[in-house]
């Protein structure tokens, strides 16, 4: 199995080969230099040597980074200023940790905030992920510390994922030398870029109020998670024959990660950086984009109706959102149309011969729903600029992330009504949906609203799961919303989304090889003709730029991230190859 803290082995694709330098250590001089040599290494250089021994003490405390300048290939991240912030620039956040046995442990996983709230002059936020502590023995008395992070935006729903690294010893910290070797599939910034740079960093202490609450939940996470072996140990299993095609049409270049979960492991066929195989990928957090309608909306309404009957299904909009009553194309749409992004309600032509479930979303209006920042603003943008379409709800599906967003509006509002004013959608989905399935921590992007108020969580997109979430949420649906003897989501629609032998959803339009996909509760259905016969229908959770959780019969599962362009390239929406592979070591037909 694959080891926490252990590198991966496997191919490599470099995304910026020339600007790549050979392995080689990162030296104690360099860390604590005012200058530092540039250039992305290999990635080895953030992980223990094989000379390194323990730390020479545990650390605990809060680094307090200074915004600085990157190095990137290309050397303009973007060409202008994005949303009147600098993407060249690393935010000068504070980054707090202490140590669990030689593991490195952030306080927190959720999303920290520093451009959204307009510090320092950054694009970025930021996600840290657990790390380790170790000494080299040319450190001179000193111990090192590595981490994984993904610099985010929270209105946004990619990652550009990275190391960085830095030395203590008592009251001492080094600069953070870190760069940013992989991401998902961007939006406002358009290249795909690498960068590196040492950001000055001063230790400052740390609050013990809350240590004993992360160190459970990161020792429950590690309890919990799901197991990870590489994908030769599938292939000397099953045969390497039974495994070809399973990336399918996508270019590897693409491809961050993929795998396929198989009789209580999950194979991983790679975890690719431009500096190598990325070390931590296991617990590295990845930006899935509208992944998250089914890993977190979907989950949410299912919850619901499971724990208040499915009466939830035909709740209105409207008696919970009370802004869309004013708005009569509103006045009939249900939690069950706005799930199946069937409002009636959109932007586009009222051609439906036949449907483009496109048609409309990406229009001029988007981008003013898109970037206003509170509840309040995102709402009245999507009541304002949406058109009523002579169907009416529940009939015709057009892909709207306002959809989505207006349903956790309204599920956050039906909880509160339920529970008391201090109830929280995303805290019912943690708390009864994700922990008891063994996900403990659930970053997530949320409204940027005024004061300390946390936000609504976007539930359109947003969500930032490691591997082993997005393996334990599929499990979760596979097992038809049961986990052990506790029935999580509502079985009948769970159920009725795993039969594999017939059709649900409603029709959009889009093709695939099996004929045309359909839309049920947030999950893109495809057909399979399955070589020895038979005809399959498979839900798939899918990402703009080719993330993809595909639910295949069987109880097999395969994963996909990564960074295609969905605009040029038909291939980020192909599951072909993984059925494929799966029809082999399970066969669909019977």
């Not at 510390?145 to 190391?163: D, M």
């Not at 506790?486 to 769970?494: S, Y």
């Not at 039969?499 to 093709?511: D, H, I, Y």
């Not at 605009?567 to 494929?580: C, E, L, P, W």
Request: aromatic share 10%.
């Amino acid at each position: 199995m694959l080891k926490i803290g252990m590198a991966l082995t496997g191919a490599v694709i470099l995304l910026a080969a020339s600007n790549v330098r050979a392995a080689e250590g990162i030296t104690a001089a360099e860390l604590r230099a005012s200058t530092w040599s540039g250039g992305i290494i290999d990635n080895s250089a953030f992980v223990p040597s094989g000379h390194a021994a323990a730390a020479r003490e545990a650390f605990f405390g809060t680094l307090k980074l200074t915004e600085s300048r990157m190095l990137s290939t290309p050397a303009k991240i973007a060409p202008d200023l994005v949303l009147g912030r600098d993407p060249q620039l690393f935010p000068g956040v504070e980054l707090a940790f202490f140590t669990d046995g030689g593991d490195l442990v952030p306080f927190t996983q959720e999303v920290i905030r520093y451009a959204s709230i307009d510090r320092g002059k950054a694009f970025w936020d930021i996600i840290v992920q657990p790390g380790r502590v170790w000494s080299e023995p040319a450190d001179g008395g000193w111990s090192r510390a590595a981490f994984p992070f993904a610099l985010i935006n929270s209105i946004e729903g990619e990652t550009h994922n990275g190391l960085a690294t830095f030395l203590y010893r008592g009251s001492e910290v080094s600069n953070l030398r870190f760069q940013i070797v992989q991401q998902t599939s961007p939006y406002y910034i358009k290249n795909i870029f690498v960068a590196g740079g040492l950001a000055p960093a001063a230790l400052e202490a740390a609050s013990r109020a809350k240590v004993d609450e992360a160190r459970r939940a990161y020792e429950a996470d590690g309890r919990d998670a799901v197991p990870i072996a590489p994908w030769q140990a599938l292939a000397a299993s099953v045969g390497g024959e039974k495994l070809e095609g399973f990336d399918g049409a996508l270019s590897s270049s693409d491809i961050v990660l993929s795998g396929l979960d198989y009789h209580g492991t999950f194979y991983l066929k790679q975890c690719r950086s431009a500096g190598g195989p990325l070390p931590w990928c296991d617990r590295a957090r990845f930006g899935v984009w509208s992944a998250t309608k089914a890993l977190a909306n979907a989950a949410a309404l299912l919850h619901l109706a499971q724990k208040y009957g499915p009466s939830v299904f035909d709740l209105k909009i409207r008696d919970y959102v009370p802004e869309a009553a004013r708005y009569p194309g509103w006045n009939e749409v249900r939690f069950e149309d706005a799930i199946n992004m069937a409002t009636g309600v959109g932007n586009g032509s009222t051609n439906v011969n036949p449907n483009n479930t496109s048609d409309g979303y990406l229009d001029p209006s988007y981008v003013r729903w898109y970037e206003a920042r509170s509840v309040r603003e995102k709402i009245e943008a999507l009541l304002r600029d949406g058109r009523v379409y002579p169907w009416g709800p529940g009939r015709v599906t057009r892909y709207r992330d306002q959809d989505m967003f207006i349903l956790g509006v309204a599920m956050d509002r039906f909880i509160k009504s339920k529970e008391g004013a201090s109830a929280d959608l995303w805290t019912m989905l943690r708390k009864e949906v994700f922990e008891p399935i063994g996900i403990h921590e659930a970053p997530t992007n949320r409204t940027i609203e005024a004061g300390e108020a946390p936000g609504q969580p976007m539930m359109a997109y947003g969500y930032y799961p490691t591997i082993s979430d997005l393996v334990l949420m599929a499990r979760l649906y596979q097992n038809g919303g049961r986990h052990g003897e506790q029935q999580i989501l509502f079985g009948p629609r769970v159920k009725e989304l795993l039969t594999w032998s017939k059709s649900k959803g409603l029709p959009t339009g889009e093709r695939l090889s099996g004929g045309e996909t359909t839309y049920s509760t947030a999950f893109w259905v495809e057909a399979y003709a399955s070589a020895n016969g038979c005809r399959v229908f498979y839900p798939r959770m899918v990402g703009w730029g080719g993330n993809l959780v595909a639910l295949l019969p069987g109880g097999l599962t395969g994963v996909r991230v990564a960074k295609g362009d969905e605009s040029k390239d038909a291939a980020t929406a192909d599951t072909d190859g993984m059925a494929r592979v799966a029809d082999r070591l399970a066969p669909f037909c019977h």
